[in-house]
């Protein structure tokens, strides 16, 4: 069993950085894959990014490419999503999940809010 807490959002106007945390309790946390989602309101949720137990990582919104990184450190259990360059088109409720491979995501956190105002 993992369970996952995502912490890091908050306000800011365009332009600014924030980095969001997905730290995780339970055995075995670095094996697993981890994504990190965007659900903006009235809208259904969608991967942002994701990261093996390996560290490969992949980007599948093409809006994010070359502002957000995904990051890790297993020995602190937690995913990192790097946001610079903020837009109001980021604002959303950011949800990391875990799972054994890459698209089989069997754990989910709260979330976290980000606002980004113009």
């Known amino acids: 069993q993992v369970q996952l807490v995502e912490s890091g959002g908050g306000m800011v106007q365009a332009g600014a950085s924030l980095r969001l945390s997905c730290a995780a309790s339970?055995?075995?946390?670095?094996?697993?894959?981890v994504g990190w989602f965007r659900q903006a309101p009235g809208k259904g949720r969608k991967l942002v990014a994701s990261?093996?137990?390996?560290?490969?990582?992949?980007y599948d919104a093409d809006s994010v490419k070359g502002r957000f990184t995904i990051s890790r450190d297993n020995a602190k259990n937690t995913v990192y999503l790097q946001m610079n360059n903020l837009k109001p088109e980021d604002t959303a409720v950011y949800l990391c999940a875990a799972g054994a491979v890459v698209g089989v995501w069997n754990y989910w956190g709260q979330g976290t809010q980000v606002t980004v105002s113009s």
């Open positions: 990261i093996g137990w390996h560290g490969g990582s992949t």
């Open positions: 339970g055995r075995s946390f670095s094996s697993y894959a």
